[in-house]
């Protein structure tokens, strides 16, 4: 992100269209897009009668899930590595 040209990118997600405007490339916005859609489509699949507004809501608490566990892990490898290097 060391430019602040935005992007507008079209995607579609779970059969809407979204204008998404952002810093990062065309490409890791339609991939972003892509996993959304992707969990959404998961989550429906084992919850089919899910409103959209549910089930949105549910892909975001399971992307913030995910993203704190990953965050957990790399602290402990940083400490780990800080460690080592003592």
Same mark, same amino acid.
């Given at each position: 992100?060391?430019?602040?040209?935005?992007?507008?990118?079209?995607?579609?997600?779970?059969?809407?269209?979204?204008?998404?405007?952002?810093?990062?490339?065309?490409?890791?916005?339609?991939?972003?897009? $892509?996993?959304?859609?992707?969990?959404?489509?998961?989550?429906?699949?084992?919850?089919?009668?899910?409103?959209? $507004?549910?089930? @949105?809501?549910?892909?975001?608490?399971? @992307?913030?899930?995910?993203?704190?566990?990953?965050?957990?892990?790399?602290?402990?490898?940083?400490?780990?590595?800080?460690?080592?290097?003592?």
């Amino acid at each position: 992100m060391s430019n602040n040209r935005k992007n507008r990118t079209s995607v579609d997600i779970y059969g809407q269209s979204y204008s998404i405007v952002g810093s990062e490339s065309t490409s890791h916005i339609r991939l972003v897009a $892509s996993m959304v859609d992707d969990k959404m489509r998961e989550i429906s699949s084992v919850n089919p009668s899910l409103d959209t $507004s549910k089930l @949105a809501v549910l892909t975001a608490v399971n @992307a913030v899930h995910d993203y704190l566990k990953l965050k957990e892990e790399m602290e402990e490898l940083e400490k780990e590595l800080k460690k080592l290097r003592d």
